[in-house]
């Protein structure tokens, strides 16, 4: 059984559709595909308490990023900077790219 993978990738330009952090744009940090969800730089932060110990020598109250579901995100586009779906395209020598709907400029750089 074959299934469908996320069409949003690491250092992709999005924006926030959904939620309390509605309007946000951000640069996607990590992708996790079976949870169908997305870290995004300086979007939906949250404060975790941290004990000191290896890893951290001193705790304290740390903020992080938190994972946003796929579906509340969509991409935005570097030419006509506005939020878009997700379109494919083939070219001559058989390479897949991903192109904006609107504008119908590459995704892919």
Do not use: F, Y
């Amino acid at each position: 059984m074959s299934r469908k993978r996320p069409k949003i990738k690491k250092n992709d330009k999005v924006m926030v559709i959904a939620g309390k952090e509605k309007g946000k744009i951000g640069t996607v940090l990590k992708v996790d595909a079976d949870k169908w969800r997305v870290v995004i730089e300086k979007v939906n932060i949250v404060k975790r308490h941290a004990r000191p110990g290896p890893q951290a020598a001193q705790g304290g109250i740390i903020e992080k990023e938190a994972p946003v579901h796929l579906s509340n995100v969509m991409i935005v586009c570097g030419k006509c900077t506005e939020q878009t779906r997700i379109g494919h395209k083939r070219l001559e020598d058989g390479q897949k790219i991903r192109v904006c709907k609107k504008c119908g400029e590459s995704l892919d750089e």
